[in-house]
């Protein structure tokens, strides 16, 4: 059984920071591309930050220069160290594990972040 279970979550002021934190276990995680999504109050998900199984790394164009995703192989677990919080960051954020783009994934079931201004 697949299983992504985030951490980390909170209210935190705007400026602030937040630690998330997914284990993935049931799947090879090394063999994995992992990564972060996040949906707003009556918006769509979007994409925070995918990581490769070499490490490559893609962000939101709305949150680079303030989150750093991360991956530990040898802890089955990925990261997202989000800094300089704005309320507009303010929703749930969904871990992901998917082998290759073509097939369609695992999702965490998400934990929210509230930014207060």
């Known amino acids: 059984q697949v299983q992504l279970v985030e951490s980390g979550g909170g209210l935190v002021q705007a400026g602030g920071s937040l630690r998330l934190s997914c284990r993935v276990s049931?799947?090879?995680?090394?063999?994995?591309?992992v990564g972060w999504y996040r949906q707003a109050p009556g918006k769509q998900r979007e994409l925070v930050a995918h990581?490769?199984?070499?490490?490559?790394?893609k962000y939101g164009d709305s949150v680079k220069g303030r989150f750093t995703a991360s991956r530990d192989n040898a802890k089955n677990t990925v990261y997202l160290q989000m800094d300089s919080l704005q309320p507009e960051d303010t929703g749930v954020y969904y871990c992901?594990?998917?082998?290759?783009?073509?097939?369609?994934?695992?999702w965490g079931q998400g934990i929210q972040v509230n930014v207060s201004s």
């Open positions: 992901h594990a998917r082998y290759n783009r073509f097939t369609e994934g695992h």
């Open positions: 049931g799947i090879i995680f090394r063999n994995n591309e």
């Open positions: 990581i490769t199984t070499g490490g490559s790394k």
